[in-house]
């Protein structure tokens, strides 16, 4: 399966300022996911990144606020714009596993907002 | 109501003891039924899938599935301290996929 390197693996922000997060993938793939996971919540789909095109967004996040960079096919970005305590969170990156039932995730990406 | 539901635990454990993990999810359509496994500062890792009803072991490790009463098990034999960690369910039905919040297990040595 595949192997993602994400970084930076946590960052403490002052609010208003901006973080992009950097994911990684030793082999290309045609989608790469981004979550959320707030505390004693689920994983929330953020978007989904296709190389070559815009992301697609899910209900309640905007390009704004999340905007999402795609290059290539081992590579995303994603960007966490005018940050407020609120957007405190680990954000993580994904693709799909070979069997395409499951995600392969990365380490993730600790904020917290200042 | 939640797609699914999961008791967030903790959950805590004597090493040895059976563990038992439990969802219920509420969409009929879905298919596929996961579990993940998330140690601390570090991101879920797919720990087993089934399709649609039936039991799937693989080593100390039961996955259960009860379509009929929209139930998902996870079961842990001879229970370890390296088993402690979050435990998340997830289902899907297609290009969607629901997690749930995820429980949290402590296996005492």
């Known amino acids: 399966s595949a192997v993602i390197s994400q970084k930076p693996s946590r960052d403490i922000c002052q609010r208003g300022t901006s973080l992009t997060i950097q994911c990684q993938v030793d082999?290309?793939?045609?989608?790469m996911f981004w979550y959320r996971q707030q505390p004693g919540q689920s994983l929330t789909l953020i978007a989904t990144?296709?190389?070559?095109?815009?992301?697609?967004?899910e209900s309640g996040f905007v390009i704004d606020k999340f905007p999402i960079s795609r290059p290539n096919l081992t590579f995303s970005t994603l960007t966490v714009s005018n940050m407020s305590p609120e957007d405190s969170s680990i954000y993580l990156c994904?693709?799909?596993?070979?069997?395409?039932?499951?995600?392969?995730f990365g380490s993730g990406t600790r904020l917290t907002v200042v | 109501q939640k797609e699914v539901e999961q008791d967030p635990g903790p959950l805590s454990v004597p090493e040895g003891a059976i563990v038992s993990l439990n969802c219920t999810y509420s969409?009929?359509?879905?298919?596929?039924f996961m579990w993940y496994r998330q140690y601390s500062r570090k991101g879920p890792e797919l720990l087993m899938y089934?399709?649609?009803?039936g039991n799937k072991e693989d080593g100390r490790f039961t996955a259960q599935v009860d379509k009929s009463s929209k139930y998902i098990s996870l079961f842990i034999r001879d229970s370890q301290p390296s088993d402690s960690a979050t435990y998340l369910c997830?289902?899907?039905?297609?290009?969607?996929?629901?997690f749930g919040a995820g429980t949290r297990l402590f296996v005492k040595a």
């Open positions: 994904s693709v799909r596993t070979d069997t395409n039932y499951g995600y392969t």
């Open positions: 082999s290309q793939v045609t989608m």
């Open positions: 990144a296709n190389q070559g095109s815009e992301a697609t967004y």
């Open positions: 969409n009929s359509a879905f298919q596929y």
């Open positions: 089934t399709y649609s009803s």
């Open positions: 997830a289902t899907t039905g297609g290009f969607k996929t629901i």
